[in-house]
């Protein structure tokens, strides 16, 4: 988090704290037939319920909203959490801990839903949802990220993650766009290929990095990913929340590009095959 963050992130999570249990998602616009996915770990619980009541005061407010977390984790629910749960907030468990959780037990569980994915370290603007959900409507069989990256090559190979420059509005799509979970991402039913929850495979080509393996789900299943037009401003961060992150991770070590690389050389795609694919 950047310093000049710091105070909009203590302000804004602390109108979020502040918000009676029973004011949380009351009058909202509309209800949507969508599922919010996302997962946590134990480092962040302490503040999860902020990013959860952020999604409990959207405009827009889907069926449910699911948080997969790992099954020991039952008994280490805060109480600040736990009195959010209820019609609308579920926590799910699950016996897995990596990331790619928020969607694949999801997708099992709600088949014929769209899958709205989230992160768990930020407070998101009222309105995500619905700008997300109205650029569904008019592309119902794509997947809609609210920020891409462009994946970029250079000679056949990838470029490192570094050189996937984020998309700008108006958004130029491309085939080679990869939405980025920490802004939402909408997944429709049917939308990915029949791998997404193979287990084995991902925690061996893509163990860290989820955004990556469901845009390949994507690829092979011939299904397009776009920026959204009507994008959201940028979540707002919570502080504390970024001692342990993947994006470090992946980011310090070029580890998207390596786990890209691994799922192009399995499924054989290329810069130039995935342009066919999605023609």
């Given at each position: 988090m950047k310093l000049s963050e710091i105070p909009k992130s203590i302000?804004?999570?602390?109108?979020?704290?502040?918000?009676?249990?029973?004011?949380?998602?009351?009058?909202?616009?509309?209800?949507?037939?969508?599922?919010?996915?996302?997962?946590?770990?134990?480092?962040?619980?302490?503040?999860?319920?902020?990013?959860?009541?952020?999604?409990m005061q959207q405009e827009y407010l889907p069926e449910k909203i699911i948080l997969w977390l790992k099954e020991d984790l039952k008994n280490q629910i805060p109480k600040r959490l736990a009195k959010l749960e209820g019609d609308l907030f579920e926590i799910r468990y699950s016996a897995y801990g990596f990331s790619h959780r928020k969607l694949i037990h999801s997708i099992e569980a709600f088949p014929?839903?769209?899958?709205?994915?989230?992160?768990?370290?930020?407070?998101?603007?009222?309105n995500t949802l619905k700008l997300i959900f109205e650029e569904h409507?008019?592309?119902?069989?794509?997947?809609?990220?609210?920020?891409?990256?462009?994946?970029?090559?250079?000679?056949?190979?990838?470029?490192?993650?570094?050189?996937?420059?984020?998309?700008?509005?108006?958004?130029?799509?491309s085939p080679h766009n990869m939405p980025v979970g920490a802004f939402c991402v909408l997944y429709p039913a049917g939308s990915l290929h029949k791998d997404v929850q193979n287990v084995e495979l991902f925690t061996k080509l893509a163990p860290k990095a989820d955004d990556l393996w469901f845009k390949a789900m994507a690829i092979l299943n011939g299904t397009t990913s776009l920026q959204n037009n009507s994008r959201p401003e940028v979540p707002i961060p919570i502080l504390g929340t970024q001692f342990v992150a993947l994006k470090k991770v992946n980011?310090?070590?070029?580890?998207?590009?390596?786990?890209?690389?691994?799922?192009?050389?399995?499924?054989?795609?290329s810069e130039s095959k995935i342009e066919k694919l999605l023609a």
């Amino acid at each position: 988090m950047k310093l000049s963050e710091i105070p909009k992130s203590i302000s804004t999570s602390l109108k979020m704290v502040l918000i009676p249990r029973s004011r949380l998602a009351t009058n909202p616009e509309k209800r949507i037939p969508v599922i919010v996915s996302l997962t946590s770990i134990p480092t962040r619980l302490r503040t999860l319920h902020i990013t959860i009541r952020s999604m409990m005061q959207q405009e827009y407010l889907p069926e449910k909203i699911i948080l997969w977390l790992k099954e020991d984790l039952k008994n280490q629910i805060p109480k600040r959490l736990a009195k959010l749960e209820g019609d609308l907030f579920e926590i799910r468990y699950s016996a897995y801990g990596f990331s790619h959780r928020k969607l694949i037990h999801s997708i099992e569980a709600f088949p014929d839903k769209a899958i709205i994915t989230c992160d768990d370290d930020v407070i998101y603007q009222p309105n995500t949802l619905k700008l997300i959900f109205e650029e569904h409507l008019k592309f119902p069989d794509q997947v809609i990220g609210n920020r891409c990256r462009k994946m970029t090559y250079l000679d056949g190979h990838v470029n490192s993650y570094s050189k996937w420059p984020f998309v700008v509005d108006p958004p130029a799509q491309s085939p080679h766009n990869m939405p980025v979970g920490a802004f939402c991402v909408l997944y429709p039913a049917g939308s990915l290929h029949k791998d997404v929850q193979n287990v084995e495979l991902f925690t061996k080509l893509a163990p860290k990095a989820d955004d990556l393996w469901f845009k390949a789900m994507a690829i092979l299943n011939g299904t397009t990913s776009l920026q959204n037009n009507s994008r959201p401003e940028v979540p707002i961060p919570i502080l504390g929340t970024q001692f342990v992150a993947l994006k470090k991770v992946n980011k310090g070590q070029d580890f998207n590009r390596v786990q890209w690389e691994q799922i192009c050389v399995h499924y054989q795609l290329s810069e130039s095959k995935i342009e066919k694919l999605l023609a």
